[in-house]
């Protein structure tokens, strides 16, 4: 038999899929043959039919046609051929419970076929096989395929369970979504307990996804589905870990993200958002690293606050020197102005 590699190496059927299909509908009449082919995109464009324009080919109602769908599909299921081809639904059953016994659609499609037409080829015999059991997308997932209900419900539960533990807007490495993901999954076979199954179990989900970054959270979040220069501009200055100039921030969306970012856009995003504070001469940091928001001025306000008590003016230099990138002479220029700061007769600084 041909052998056929799809993109995931891993994965080889000894099968043509269309050779499969083609001899699989041999048993049907022509009308009914035409139907599926149209409904499914088995064709050399790949090009699905809805049941309204195979209904006005035929000159019948979209119920008929719907008829005429199920009537094919359990025709075949009865048929001769249909058994000759049980080592064939057996290899996909093998392969599916390799891949997780459970696994979206698009990854099972991309996993089983080297193209979108042998892809829904793919998809029919998914279809026609009576061990492969689909879940339609709803809110919550996305469409999926089972070879067990029971697992299928564990994981359902697992991942409501983990996007409730979740922050709004919280980050996670995918090495340690994966170990929270697995805490929630009770009494698991070993034999799923492997980081490539689990990071596709979480795939299916709709509420929880992973970032350009490969870092996991909530979809809604904006760490998460990025949408603009502000977002990409985040991420890297988190994945960087230090201040960085918004030249340079433009340069890495450019490079990271493969997005174009216009160095005075970038520059003008920065300013707007308040997860970035300015720290010195064009260098940003996110807000949340615990750097204060405003001018020099400000800061050093915010650092006598915070005391509550007179500092020297070493004690203020170092403290400031730590949340801006500025000449220890502007942070004395700024104590120095009497409409904001006072020297006592010991020499420390406090507030007007």
């Known amino acids: 038999m041909k052998k056929e590699m799809s993109k995931n190496k891993n994965v080889i059927?000894?099968?043509?899929?269309?050779?499969?299909?083609k001899r699989l509908l041999n048993s049907l009449p022509d009308r009914a043959q035409d139907v599926i082919v149209g409904r499914f995109g088995l064709n050399s464009e790949?090009?699905?039919?809805?049941?309204?324009?195979?209904?006005?080919?035929?000159?019948?109602?979209?119920e008929r046609v719907r008829q005429i769908e199920n009537y094919a599909i359990?025709?075949?299921?009865?048929?001769?051929n249909y058994e000759k081809e049980q080592m064939i639904f057996?290899?996909?059953?093998?392969?599916?419970?390799?891949?997780?016994?459970?696994?979206?659609?698009?990854?099972?499609?991309?996993?089983?076929?080297?193209?979108?037409?042998t892809q829904k080829y793919i998809h029919f015999l998914l279809v026609i096989g009576d061990s492969f059991n689909k879940i339609k997308e709803d809110a919550e997932?996305?469409?999926?395929?089972?070879?067990?209900?029971?697992?299928?419900?564990?994981?359902?539960d697992a991942l409501r369970n983990l996007y409730e533990k979740l922050g709004d807007d919280e980050i996670i490495p995918e090495s340690e979504i994966i170990t929270s993901f697995l805490e929630h999954l009770k009494d698991l076979s070993d034999e799923y307990k492997k980081d490539e199954i689990l990071t596709r179990w979480l795939a299916i989900s709709k509420n929880i996804a992973k970032n350009p970054l490969?870092?996991?959270?909530?979809?809604?979040?904006?760490?998460?589905?990025?949408?603009?220069?502000r977002d990409y501009?985040?991420?890297?200055?988190?994945?960087h870990g230090s201040p960085i100039h918004f030249r340079e921030v433009a340069?890495?969306?450019?490079?990271?993200?493969?997005?174009?970012?216009?160095?005075?856009?970038?520059h003008n995003e920065l300013i707007k958002d308040p997860r970035f504070v300015l720290v010195g001469r064009g260098l940003y940091a996110l807000k949340e690293w615990g750097y204060s928001t405003g001018v020099v001025r400000d800061v050093i306000k915010e650092i006598l606050k915070k005391e509550n008590r007179p500092l020297t003016k070493e004690e203020i230099l170092d403290k400031v020197l730590k949340e801006r990138y500025v000449k220890a002479n502007t942070v004395m220029v700024n104590l120095q102005n009497p409409k904001y700061f006072k020297k006592n007769k010991q020499g420390m600084y406090t507030i007007i």
């Open 46 to 62: 790949g090009k699905s039919m809805t049941l309204e324009a195979i209904g006005k080919k035929y000159g019948i109602t979209r």
């Open 141 to 156: 997932f996305k469409h999926h395929w089972h070879l067990d209900i029971s697992l299928a419900d564990k994981i359902h």
């Open 251 to 266: 340069k890495l969306i450019g490079e990271v993200f493969n997005k174009k970012a216009h160095i005075a856009t970038t």
């Open 13 to 21: 059927l000894s099968f043509n899929p269309k050779q499969v299909v």
């Open 74 to 80: 359990n025709h075949i299921q009865k048929s001769e």
């Open 233 to 239: 501009a985040y991420l890297i200055l988190r994945k």
């Open 90 to 117: 057996e290899e996909i059953r093998d392969v599916i419970n390799k891949l997780g016994g459970v696994i979206s659609e698009d990854d099972l499609l991309k996993s089983l076929g080297k193209d979108k037409i």
């Open 214 to 229: 490969g870092d996991w959270g909530k979809a809604k979040s904006s760490n998460i589905k990025t949408k603009g220069v």
